[in-house]
T-cell receptor
Framework: SQQGEEDPQALSIQEGENATMNCSYK?????LQWYRQNSGRGLVHLIL?????REKHSGRLRVTLDTSKKSSSLLITASRAADTASYFC?????????????FGTGTRLQVTL | NAGVTQTPKFQVLKTGQSMTLQCAQD?????MYWYRQDPGMGLRLIYY???????DKGEVPNGYNVSRLNKREFSLRLESAAPSQTSVYFC?????????????FGSGTRLTVV
């Protein structure tokens, strides 16, 4: 079963606009991560936020985490055509020496010129 | 280039045939994972290996076997392929400490079973 669910499933915006996508999850987590997947390619890690953090920034990315609501959001500011991709949240329990990530179903972002 | 290498990139099998998907990483990572990606379902964990010599089942292990040959290599075997195993397969690895980093993924193997 999927731990995370992204919302919306698809998002279309114009270049320069901000894109916000949300992730909800079901069980307690140690950390939450966001990944990007370009069409036909593997996933690329974007950012990790720990359960004791509320907000994190990396370049044009801003991630928030609300553990009381079991939700996270990813904001991409000043979007570019190159940001067109699918975005996945993944939650990690971190048990022992392995961290089995559980992925959501993804948000497809289309950025048009 | 450092990273995760998967072979082959594409494969077509007939029902009942067997094959092994290969994965190798050169980052000295301890943990390795196999996921499958199906439309509308995100990624689902098949098997993982926390360290050399250990393997464990994930969410969808039926019909698959794995081997952690050494620290670098983690292979996935389909003994008798079925159409339901048509999917894109991704291998990933994770270094230590895992809490600070995300997975590194390979580029995937697109498998079609007819």
């Amino acid at each position: 079963s999927q731990q995370g669910e992204e919302d919306p499933q698809a998002l279309s915006i114009q270049e320069g606009e901000n894109a916000t996508m949300n992730c909800s999850y079901k069980t307690s987590i140690n950390n939450l991560q966001w990944y990007r997947q370009n069409s036909g390619r593997g996933l690329v890690h974007l950012i990790l936020i720990r359960s004791n953090e509320r907000e994190k920034h990396s370049g044009r990315l801003r991630v928030t985490l609300d553990t009381s609501k079991k939700s996270s959001s990813l904001l991409i500011t000043a979007s570019r055509a190159a940001d067109t991709a699918s975005y996945f949240c993944a939650t990690g329990p971190y048990t022992g020496t392995a961290s089995k990530l559980t992925f959501g179903t993804g948000t497809r972002l289309q950025v048009t010129l | 280039n450092a990273g995760v290498t998967q072979t082959p990139k594409f494969q077509v099998l007939k029902t009942g045939q067997s094959m092994t998907l290969q994965c190798a990483q050169d980052m000295n990572h301890n943990s390795m994972y196999w996921y499958r990606q199906d439309p509308g379902m995100g990624l689902r964990l098949i098997y993982y290996s926390a360290s050399e010599g250990t393997t464990d089942k994930g969410e969808v292990p039926n019909g698959y076997n794995v081997s952690r040959l050494n620290k670098r290599e983690f292979s996935l075997r389909l003994e008798s392929a079925a159409p339901s195993q048509t999917s894109v397969y991704f291998c990933a690895s994770l270094g230590q400490p895992p809490i600070n980093y995300g997975y590194t993924f390979g580029s995937g193997t697109r498998l079609t079973v007819v």
